[in-house]
């Protein structure tokens, strides 16, 4: 998943040249499979490798994918041609708008016996005395690409001529030829402000013309990347489409790449298959953001385009998506689901996530329930040859997102991977779910590929596909279906199930089964997964949990045929705690069927996570087996146990020599308990033994609120977290511990928990006037929540000065909030936070810093409805903050709004002593509000208009001196004569 790529790049040149004729015929290469797959680009992890082998022609061809991303390089080895000898991508577009180019009306003249054209500025392009084309009106359309608008790009010097403002003229207009009328274009390539000596292109898709931007020096300096071109004369643009991000053409590789590299065996999953490349991703923006409608757009083109060609068969890869506050729920989760739903011939794959591994990760779009959502795994053998890891077996990596809430990812593939990379890109090794997807986008490629084969053809339905890869997928038995779904993707498998689906029309059968339960997470109450994580709390005793089942009929199935439908199912649990209170049920005509569940509490007391399914499998008295491939639906159970805190273990957990193998993951749930004010964790190495080991901390929600380092034996050092105030929310938060796959045995460590429950008051001191110069002085009052004495002593640091403000747009896309730095300031943090719903109407909420040149100094963007952003040692100077929010649906852009906090931490910051009024040792007993004196060892400048400092006030017990609590202090400063 994209999730704010950070794919670094390097600079480079690029020649422009036109390529045309794509008619001209390619010397078809004859397919060549090495004798053993390749373990950096993994094809046997999925049976890609081994179903090709067996079926060389059902390799992709008769398929195209549809990759939407931040574009895709043209021009790069291994995507140039099919393994028929076809061309690989035979349509780019540019919906992110990065590359659109204004277009204006020209005025004509000639100058020293040169005709000329140029643009209200008075910039001219010398067009020479007899060009090939001329307009058939008269009329030319100029415009410039220009690099200066680029420099927030990857590659901000297009031509790599060590400049980054040059201006790349276009000169369009409408031509007639052979009885045909079209729209054509000049480029000037090498910025010389002539065009006598370029040729003319056209639309990508018409003549595949390729263009290299020139102005380099050949010997010394390489082709960064190349250019294509789409007219569009109703907008009055020329959008120039180009790969400024590696990314989309990394995907596209892995999906569908054939001699990457120039290696003849080097092959993505589908090399038949062909590349239509959608750019939804503007790269100037934080991590290649969307743009408003940028995704919706795409999806539009991709399914007309399906239309248009009924005999390709289409799928649609989008390594693209950020985190999910409502799954399911946001605006582009529901548009796709309506797309697939309307289109059931075609397929769409997703990423589904880089925020694991905590539970209830899952993010948006992954979150639709047509699409197939893909999470990430590493084979071993990709481990050994990529990375030198020594583990033995596959693993899921630790950020691979999970489910929870809803039944994702779907199944797993290869998350990690070497492939093709525009010439600029420093690495072609990446890793992520973006990785994964189209591992199973090349799959899905091959099964309709495979589909299109047979005789008769095997109908394709995108729905039925993706029941073939869940149910055809193998089983990693150390993780539960929250990790993994149906599992890692076994293409043999899933065409045998897809033989067995034809061989019964279940395409005119039913699609799928709508699954809904009761869940408190959700709104509404109700969901697709019975998820329990409420304080320990699950249906026990008489109650049960109750699911209702539906069959999705195929949208033309007849009133008729549906109410003569009728499906039985064998019902199996697949843990001992979950019982079915019946071993069969049917469906019939579009009732639902019900099926109570319970849950034995007597087998769920231990903390941890437990997950089960009920199973079930097609029941027709033929003597059905109880095997995957026979799995008609599945019901997810979800029961976290949480650890508790009380006074009965001192709000304290400790756990010792803990023991991860590499590559592994371990998961502690602590519920916050009531009137706590923080939380600090703790974690080292065991004493004499090895560990690397670091950790991250997932609040109620599932958003990952915190990560460190690395717990080492190596250095002995201790890593924390802590989480403090208004941030710890109530509920059950999920720490994860994790040991790296590369980590060459087995880690131990200790981990210490500590709650605390400190109350400060009041939240802000207004009562603190002082004199410059002088040692100002204040009163707090401290309130010990918890049940049992602390003895101790309290310090603090005022770190400097605040500001919290409410900010609102109208629709618009974006928010400019400009701020100053000057030379005392060694930090800024801004933290945001904005409303689930808020967020689920957007595909990408990028934030980028930007200085008072223009340039970006620090690119971010928000994964969920919150996000914290730094900026280290900022130069003094006017900033700004922007908020670019991009809408699914431009056309109905409603207001939005969200709450900013400012923290600017000084280079000095101020000593705080603090007493216990009228002196004597610090006693603070349970519920006895305690007044405190602090006093400041100097007068602190005068902050900012409309601010307030802040800082921190530390309590550590006088036993052992470790903290007991960390409280926020803020004080509303005056200056007195």
Not at 82 to 88: N, R, W
Request: net charge positive; glycine share 8%.
């Amino acid at each position: 998943m994209k999730n704010r790529l950070r794919i670094l790049v390097m600079m480079g040149l690029l020649i422009l040249m036109a390529v045309s004729d794509p008619a001209a015929a390619q010397k078809k290469i004859p397919d060549i499979l090495p004798d053993t797959p390749w373990s950096f680009l993994s094809t046997s992890a999925t049976h890609a490798y081994q179903f090709i082998k067996a079926h060389p022609s059902y390799d992709g061809r008769g398929v195209v994918v549809i990759v939407c991303d931040s574009g895709v390089d043209v021009d790069t080895q291994g995507l140039l041609q099919t393994s028929t000898g076809q061309k690989k991508i035979i349509d780019v577009q540019d919906f992110s708008g990065e590359g659109d180019v204004k277009l204006t009306k020209a005025k004509t003249g000639e100058e020293n016996g040169e005709k000329y054209v140029e643009n209200s500025s008075g910039r001219r392009l010398y067009i020479g005395n007899k060009p090939a084309l001329t307009p058939v009106d008269s009329v030319y359309w100029i415009g410039f690409l220009d690099e200066s608008k680029y420099k927030n790009s990857g590659v901000p010097d297009f031509n790599n001529n060590g400049s980054r403002n040059d201006k790349f003229g276009v000169v369009a207009f409408k031509v007639k030829k052979d009885g045909k009328t079209y729209w054509v274009a000049y480029v000037d390539t090498n910025a010389d402000g002539r065009l006598d000596d370029e040729k003319p292109v056209r639309d990508y898709r018409v003549n595949y013309d390729v263009i290299h931007l020139r102005g380099r020096n050949v010997a010394k300096k390489p082709e960064l990347m190349s250019f294509a071109l789409n007219i569009r004369p109703e907008k009055k643009i020329a959008s120039f489409f180009f790969a400024d991000n590696a990314h989309g053409t990394h995907v596209s590789g892995i999906i569908a790449g054939y001699r990457i590299n120039g290696e003849p065996t080097l092959n993505g999953i589908a090399p038949g298959a062909q590349i239509i490349a959608l750019k939804i991703g503007n790269n100037t923006l934080a991590g290649g953001s969307t743009t408003s409608g940028s995704m919706k757009k795409a999806y539009e083109y991709g399914v007309k385009w399906a239309k248009d060609h009924p005999d390709k068969a289409v799928v649609f890869n989008m390594s693209y998506g950020i985190g999910s506050e409502i799954e399911g729920k946001s605006a582009i989760d529901q548009f796709i689901d309506r797309i697939l739903k309307e289109n059931e011939n075609i397929a769409i794959c997703l990423s589904n996530g880089n925020d694991g591994p905590g539970i209830s990760t899952t993010g948006t779009p992954a979150a639709s329930f047509w699409a197939i959502s893909s999470g990430a795994l590493m084979p071993w053998r990709s481990a050994r040859d990529s990375y030198s890891a020594g583990i033995k077996r596959d693993v899921i990596l630790p950020f691979s997102s999970r489910g929870g809430e809803i039944a994702k990812p779907d199944v797993l593939s290869p998350g990690a991977a070497m492939s093709s990379v525009p010439p600029y890109a420093r690495s072609e090794n990446f890793w992520g779910t973006s990785m994964a997807s189209p591992q199973t986008a090349g799959a899905v490629a091959l099964l309709m590929s495979a589909a299109k084969q047979q005789k008769p053809p095997i109908p394709i339905r995108g729905a039925l596909i993706k029941r073939t890869l869940k149910f055809g997928a193998d089983w990693l038995p150390a993780y539960t279906a929250l990790d993994q779904g149906g599992g890692v993707v076994n293409i043999r498998k899933s065409f045998e199930i897809l033989k067995k689906y034809a061989g019964r029309h279940e395409e005119k059968q039913l699609l799928d089964y709508k699954i809904t339960t009761k869940s408190p997470i959700f709104p509404d109450d109700h969901g697709p997964t019975a998820y329990w994580r409420a304080g320990g709390y699950f249906p026990h005793g008489s109650d049960r949990q109750i699911f209702r089942v539906k069959a999705i009929f195929p949208k033309d199935k007849k009133p008729d045929a549906i109410e003569h439908f009728y499906r039985a199912f064998n019902l199996k649990p697949d843990v001992p705690w979950l019982i079915v209170n019946k071993k069969s049920t049917y469906i019939r005509a579009d009732e639902s069927a019900t099926i109570p569940v319970s849950y034995d509490a007597s087998k769920l007391s231990k903390p941890g996570l437990y997950v089960g399914k009920v199973v079930a499998y097609l029941k027709n008295g033929r003597g059905n087996k109880r095997i995957k491939s026979n799995t008609e639906f599945e019901l997810w159970n979800t029961i976290v146990v949480p650890y508790t805190f009380s006074d009965y273990n001192q709000y304290k957990l400790r756990f010792q020599r803990e023991a991860l193998e590499p590559g592994m993951i371990k998961r502690y749930f602590l519920e916050v308990p009531p009137g706590a004010s923080g939380c600090l964790i703790r974690m080292r190495p065991s004493q004499n033994k090895w560990s690397r080991v670091r950790m991250q901390i997932f609040d109620p929600m599932g958003r990952k609120y915190a990560s460190t380092g690395y717990a080492s034996s190596k250095i002995s050092n201790t890593v924390t977290i802590s989480v403090l105030g208004e941030d710890l929310a109530a509920g059950i938060w999920e720490l994860v511990t994790i040991s790296d796959f590369r980590n060459p045995k087995t880690s131990f460590y200790d981990l210490n928990l500590n709650f605390s429950g400190f109350a400060l008051q009041p939240e802000l001191i207004k009562n603190f006037a002082y004199k410059m110069g002088g040692q100002p002085k204040g009163t707090f009052t401290v309130t010990n929540r918890f049940n049992r004495l602390f003895q101790g002593f309290a310090t603090g640091q005022i770190l400097g000065f605040k500001k919290v403000s409410d900010k609102k747009s109208t629709g618009k896309d974006r928010i400019r909030i400009p701020f100053k730095i000057d030379k005392s300031i060694k930090m800024v943090q801004f933290k945001i936070r904005m409303s689930p719903e808020d967020f689920n109407k957007f595909t990408d909420i990028a934030t980028n810093i930007y200085d008072s040149g223009g340039r970006a100094v620090v690119q971010n963007g928000l994964s969920y409805d919150r996000l914290t952003l730094y900026f280290m040692n900022p130069k003094p100077g006017t900033y700004t903050l922007e908020v670019w929010a991009a809408y699914t649906n431009p056309a109905k852009k409603s207001p939005w709004k969200f709450k900013l906090t400012e923290n600017y931490f000084v280079k000095n910051p101020i000593s705080v002593s603090c007493k216990k009024a009228g002196g004597g040792s610090l006693f603070l007993y349970p519920d006895m509000p305690q007044k405190m004196e602090f006093t400041l060892n100097r007068s602190p400048e005068l902050p900012p208009e409309g601010t307030y400092l802040f800082g921190k006030i530390l309590f550590q017990d006088s036993k052992n001196r470790r903290p007991a609590a960390v409280l926020p202090i803020r004080l509303e400063a005056k200056l007195v004569e």
